[in-house]
């Protein structure tokens, strides 16, 4: 699939044929192997576009999980500049920077099309900066996740009791819900989760679209895939630049950056849903079983959530002024929405 906007695709067109003795070289350290499908794909996406862009000036090397530093160190190793330049989902770092949980995994949050317009245009950018400056970290949302499903399980979930003593992979607020209800979370990196799930390490794990979960094998370990995806709505994933590698770009070269950056967030959001539901029927064909969880549990799930999220305003003031922004985004276009509805 060509990932390349039309005005990047223009500047190929007029760029030399091989690139300028003064070319820009940014490493980026992932936290997912280089060749997962989509996740991947959305950095592949911005490396094209911005190399595009700048017409060759300023070219991207890629780096998987664990080339350059360990997945879950991406984050320090950016901010300490061991790499000046990192792509992760910013949930990983909810630990570190709590607003991180708000765009990487709100519960019950926003579907992705809202969540974009708070990120780009309704001041979201600027208040979740404020969390990185202190950690020598400029943030750019590069791609955008739509909803997931909820998980793969070894065994049903019919009641709230069927979670109790649960070993789930899952991270963010969500997981921090789960535990109200006697789950016990387990952060563990994307390219680990097939073995902890097939070895009975772990009772159950999210991970990504299903698209991206079979490439993972998950269906093979787990026999119940669940949805709603409660714990993730939408989500963003991130490329983070070393500050004082970035304040060393030109203002253009930055500028080029930036535009990249928005390309391949529009292409994952654009890319993203088609090919479900046609992995969906091939999962079932071969045995996995889909299942929603009852509204029992999704209660329970709100009502955890809903006390997660008061702990966490509560706790943290940029957490606290991210949610009150989004929330009132939301409610802003609450009438336009009922004015627009065909219902």
């Given amino acids: 699939m060509n990932r ?3 005005v990047a695709a223009v500047s190929v067109m007029i760029s030399a044929s091989v690139l300028p003795a003064n070319a820009t070289a940014i490493d980026i350290a992932s936290t997912f192997p280089e060749d997962m499908i989509f996740l991947g794909d959305g950095l592949k996406s911005f490396k094209e576009s911005l190399e595009a862009i700048s017409a060759g000036e300023t070219t991207v090397n890629i780096h998987g999980a664990g080339e350059l530093v360990p997945a879950l160190e991406v984050l320090n190793g950016v901010s300490t500049g061991a790499v000046s330049a990192g792509y992760d989902w910013v949930g990983y770092w909810g630990g570190t920077i709590p607003v991180a949980n708000l765009i990487g995994s709100l519960p019950f949050g926003p579907p992705p099309e809202v ?3 708070w990120i780009w245009e309704g001041g979201g950018l600027e208040i979740v900066q404020k969390a990185y400056d202190p950690h020598n970290i400029k943030f750019l949302p590069c791609v955008i996740v739509p909803a997931e499903p909820a998980g793969w399980f070894r065994k049903e979930i019919n009641t709230v009791e069927d979670l109790q003593g649960l070993r789930f992979r899952i991270g963010g607020l969500a997981g921090r819900a789960l535990t109200k209800v006697g789950v016990s979370p387990q952060l563990i990196p994307g390219g680990e989760v ?8 772990i009772d159950a794990a999210e991970f990504s679209l299903p698209t991206i979960d079979v490439t993972l094998q998950l269906q093979t370990a787990a026999d119940y895939y669940y949805f709603p995806g409660w714990h993730q709505p939408s989500s963003i994933n991130s490329i983070t630049f070393n500050k004082g590698f970035w304040d060393g770009l030109t203002e253009l070269e930055q500028t080029q950056i930036t535009a ?3 390309s391949s967030f529009l292409w994952t959001m654009t890319s993203a849903v088609q090919q479900q539901a046609e992995t969906l029927s091939q999962l079932e064909e071969g045995g996995t079983q889909i299942k929603r969880f009852p509204d029992e549990v999704l209660a329970a799930l709100r009502t955890a959530t809903d006390e997660v999220i008061a702990e966490e305003r509560a706790n943290d003031p940029i957490f606290d002024e991210a949610y009150q ?3 009132a985004h939301i409610d802003s276009r609450a009438r336009w929405n009922e004015l627009q509805s065909l219902d």
């Fill in 194 to 201: 097939f073995v902890a799930l097939e070895r009975g390490r």
């Fill in 4 to 6: 390349i906007s039309t």
């Fill in 115 to 117: 969540l974009a317009e």
């Fill in 260 to 262: 990249a950056c928005r």
């Fill in 325 to 327: 922004s989004l929330t």
